[in-house]
């Protein structure tokens, strides 16, 4: 029988478990996953609802209580502390050993700390496990005033938190706009407005110098570089992630950033897998990057994982690209290669809608034509179409003359592909718009 063991309890290592069940039974496949997180997989992405009272624990759970029992899979409640990859063992926090014959790695992400003087204050912390959203409940406890260092989507999630329990917020960040090093000016300012006008003190272009505390060894204020002090009872880190690789100091186990894996998934030494946050590629997809924190990569590279473990060999292929977040009130969407700042090489067509909340930015090669990226704000494309004229290699205008195929807003919503083609051809006039549209194009127009 071939023991699999799994370090981490995510949409990576689930994923795999899942999968490896599904094609190998348990006499041929013993499945162990090791996790001391939650005695149950639920949706990380779903955490900060259980802090806002949106929903409950018992509600982020994808499967029934009795999923390891009806998958033959088994849970240990602890920590992975070392790997001898040569002994193939695993060494707990515990105290522990666990013997393996095929090990994956899945332990996810821990959030990045800056060094600053009085990081270990009580009520500093940041927002990733469910320890984490635990830990918030006590530290949110009659506090007057919170503060969140870092932008990202972690940061706007935790101010949508303590906003939604009536705390005040002051969050700092570093760059001129919200997010301007993923999101083009024009979307960037928008979230920054967006945040402001929910009620969050947004401060930006400010750095952190130290944290300062009281008598009981609790955070009290905010020190900038500029001297600047800000009172405070919590504060939340959210400066990014890195993953969790310190275990394997020792192991063997190639490292960087992450993990390094190859395409399909292997790291440096036999039988030992790595999946999700956590694995780096030497060689990542076309247009991908070497790490990709996203939910839905973690799910496909387990699935390519289990695939390979089970005897049949898979590379890992994504895809084109995709994520989605929510910025308070704005939904926000991104596929294919989207640049923060047009490059050389393409076009970037935009348009905003008057509310200055819903946006569409397509960007194109400047010379074929040819769609390359969309990112929209406040309004919803269909997955499966933007994916396809991205494959498909279609133009410009041929994407805007058929925006109603990809329109995915809900039954009596205002259409607003008419003025985003109108907006077009006043930004590209020597761009053709071959079919003749209805509506206000060609009434404007005399199309």
């Not at 830990?135 to 990202?152: D, F, L, S, Y």
């Amino acid at each position: 029988m071939t023991h699999v063991c799994i370090i981490g309890n995510g949409i990576a290592g689930i994923t795999a478990a899942r999968n490896i069940r599904k094609l190998k039974p348990a006499s041929d496949f013993k499945i162990t996953v090791i996790s001391a997180e939650t005695d149950h997989f639920f949706s990380r992405t779903a955490l900060m609802y259980i802090y806002m009272g949106h929903m409950t624990y018992e509600h982020t759970k994808p499967y029934e209580d009795w999923f390891w029992e009806k998958n033959n899979i088994e849970l240990v409640r602890d920590y992975a502390q070392k790997v001898d990859a040569s002994a193939k063992t695993l060494s707990l926090q515990s105290g522990g050993n666990i013997s393996y014959d095929v090990l994956v790695l899945a332990s996810g992400s821990s959030g990045n700390r800056a060094g600053w003087p009085g990081e270990e204050l009580k009520g500093i912390q940041g927002m990733i496990t469910y320890q984490d959203i635990e830990a918030m409940e006590g530290n949110t406890e009659n506090v007057k005033q919170a503060v969140i260092v870092g932008g990202g989507l972690i940061g706007v999630e935790m101010a949508e938190c303590l906003h939604a329990r009536h705390i005040p917020v002051t969050f700092f960040i570093r760059e001129k706009e919200y997010w301007s090093n993923i999101l083009p000016p024009e979307e960037s300012k928008m979230i920054s407005r967006h945040v402001r006008e929910n009620g969050i003190n947004l401060l930006t272009e400010r750095s952190v110098k130290e944290f300062r505390g009281d008598s009981q060894g609790r955070v009290s204020s905010v020190v900038l570089e500029d001297g600047e002090e800000h009172p405070c009872q919590f504060v939340g880190i959210t400066i990014g992630v890195h993953p969790n690789i310190k275990f394997l100091e020792g192991s063997g186990i190639e490292t960087n950033r992450g993990i390094m894996v190859d395409e399909q998934l292997r790291t440096n030494v036999p039988d030992v897998y790595a999946v999700g946050d956590c694995a780096q590629h030497h060689n990542p997809p076309s247009g991908r990057r070497p790490l990709e924190q996203i939910w839905y990569s973690g799910r496909m590279q387990g699935e390519t994982v289990a695939k390979t473990i089970c005897g049949n060999p898979m590379k890992y292929v994504p895809g084109i690209f995709f994520n989605s977040a929510k910025f308070f009130d704005i939904e926000y969407q991104v596929y294919g290669q989207m640049n923060a700042h047009q490059q050389d090489f393409e076009e970037q067509f935009y348009w905003e809608h008057p509310d200055g909340e819903k946006a569409v930015r397509i960007a194109f090669d400047r010379e074929s034509g040819l769609v390359i990226g969309f990112n929209l704000m406040g309004i919803r494309f269909r997955h499966e179409v933007c994916e396809r004229w991205l494959r498909e290699k279609r133009s410009i205008e041929y994407v805007v003359e058929h925006l109603e195929e990809a329109n995915f807003d809900p039954e009596f919503y205002q259409k607003h592909e008419d003025d985003i083609a109108r907006k077009f051809i006043q930004d590209y006039p020597n761009h053709p718009i071959k079919r003749k549209r209805k509506g206000a194009i060609a009434a404007f127009f005399g199309l």
